[in-house]
T-cell receptor, first 113, second 115 residues
Framework: SQKIEQNSEALNIQEGKTATLTCNYTNYSPAYLQWYRQDPGRGPVFLLL?????KEKRKERLKVTFDTTLKQSLFHITASQPADSATYLCALVPTDSWGKFQFGAGTQVVVTP | ETGVTQTPRHLVMGMTNKKSLKCEQHLGHNAMYWYKQSAKKPLELMFV???????ENNSVPSRFSPECPNSSHLFLHLHTLQPEDSALYLC??????????????FGPGTRLTVL
């Protein structure tokens, strides 16, 4: 069966450190993968998109990698700040089902001063 | 108003009630979506509309009935719900279904509690 797995345990990290989140998928062949941020009581907000032929993508303090061999994406927040505390979701769209976004359950990040 | 708005933000209903959730997008997008989000679970895609035509119905029970009168508005009509339907219902829009770089713009959600 198709699955998207993210670490269900919250990631507690000290301010200034790098947070690394994992998104693993099985039985998908996505052309691209996306990351979203969700704050409590709010809808997810799009952060980054990475294509299958891109190894790495950066946006300010965020970095995403995409390894189609390992079927894994890593999401890094460098120099983390308390304002980065949120739940981060990965999402992919199967190439044979445009529009059918598939989301992981998300990983909560807590950055302490 | 900008982005995607949803009303009401909170809704408590009994199992015999009928209610509707409303979503409006101000982004000029052609696609709209309904998702269900339960605690600690992935977002579940419920319905997809492209230019007011339903293109996906993800095996959703008939007690949920969507309506898309135009590309800016989306409704979810609810009737005879069950307690397990209690969740956060999120509406989203995107530029165009079927483009490789399509991304979702979400509303704030409606927190639904079924008693």
């Amino acid at each position: 069966s198709q699955k998207i797995e993210q670490n269900s345990e919250a990631l507690n990290i000290q301010e200034g450190k790098t947070a690394t989140l994992t998104c693993n998928y099985t039985n998908y062949s996505p052309a691209y993968l996306q990351w979203y941020r969700q704050d409590p009581g709010r809808g997810p907000v799009f952060l980054l998109l990475i294509r299958e032929n891109e190894k790495e993508k950066r946006k300010e303090r965020l970095k995403v990698t995409f390894d189609t061999t390992l079927k894994q994406s890593l999401f890094h927040i460098t120099a983390s700040q308390p304002a980065d505390s949120a739940t981060y979701l990965c999402a992919l769209v199967p190439t044979d089902s445009w529009g059918k976004f598939q989301f992981g359950a998300g990983t909560q990040v807590v950055v302490t001063p | 108003e900008t982005g995607v708005t949803q009303t009401p933000r909170h809704l408590v209903m009994g199992m015999t009630n009928k209610k509707s959730l409303k979503c409006e997008q101000h982004l000029g997008h052609n696609a709209m979506y309904w998702y269900k989000q339960s605690a600690k679970k992935p977002l579940e895609l419920m319905f997809v509309y492209s230019l007011e035509e339903r293109v996906e119905n993800n095996s959703v029970p008939s007690r949920f009935s969507p309506e898309c009168p135009n590309s800016s508005h989306l409704f979810l009509h609810l009737h005879t719900l069950q307690p397990e339907d209690s969740a956060l219902y999120l509406c989203a829009s995107s530029q165009e279904v079927g483009t490789p770089t399509d991304t979702q713009y979400f509303g704030p959600g409606t927190r639904l509690t079924v008693l």
